[in-house]
């Protein structure tokens, strides 16, 4: 019953989207200059924004930083406020900034607020010693806002880019 209903909807996904398309290209198109792949044009667009659910870019080792006790405020090297459990540091040879990124081992960590991390950060930082494979995840103000990263094993991090963000990260 559940193949059968599968094979129902894709049939219906195909028919609502690809054979459309695939009638246009053809009308709009010369027969032998075009390839028409209207289903695989579907997905790709569907994938351009960002990594699916679940699918890992790459295997990052990590290290933490924060603020110092003077309670001053820092500033990532876009100028914007850096937030708490947020902002990563990155090599933009590998992550480019303003990328929002997920990791999955952060996910359930608790945040500053008492709530728990969702896994997505704010690519708005680098660092001199960032190269390569490597983010430095800021953990808020103070050394013992490092404990809330404490339980991850740092060195094997399942990283994917998600999506963008323009100006500031969210605070």
Do not use: N
């Amino acid at each position: 019953m559940r193949r059968q209903l599968a094979g129902i909807l894709a049939t219906a996904v195909i028919s609502a989207f690809a054979l459309p398309a695939l009638a246009h290209a053809a009308e709009s198109a010369p027969a032998q200059t075009q390839r028409v792949d209207p289903l695989g044009d579907l997905i790709t667009s569907a994938l351009s924004g960002g990594a699916l659910p679940g699918s890992v870019d790459f295997k990052m080792r990590a290290t933490m930083y924060h603020a110092g006790a003077k309670g001053i405020r820092a500033l990532d090297s876009l100028g914007c406020k850096v937030a708490a459990m947020r902002t990563v540091a990155v090599d933009p040879k590998v992550i480019p900034r303003r990328t929002v990124i997920f990791i999955k081992e952060t996910v359930g960590l608790s945040m500053p607020d008492g709530s728990k991390h969702d896994g997505y950060w704010y690519a708005s930082d680098i660092g001199g010693a960032v190269k390569g494979l490597k983010l430095d995840l800021f953990s808020g103000f103070g050394a013992a806002s490092m404990k809330a990263l404490g339980g991850i094993d740092l060195s094997s991090l399942s990283v994917s880019k998600v999506g963008e963000f323009k100006g500031c990260p969210p605070q």
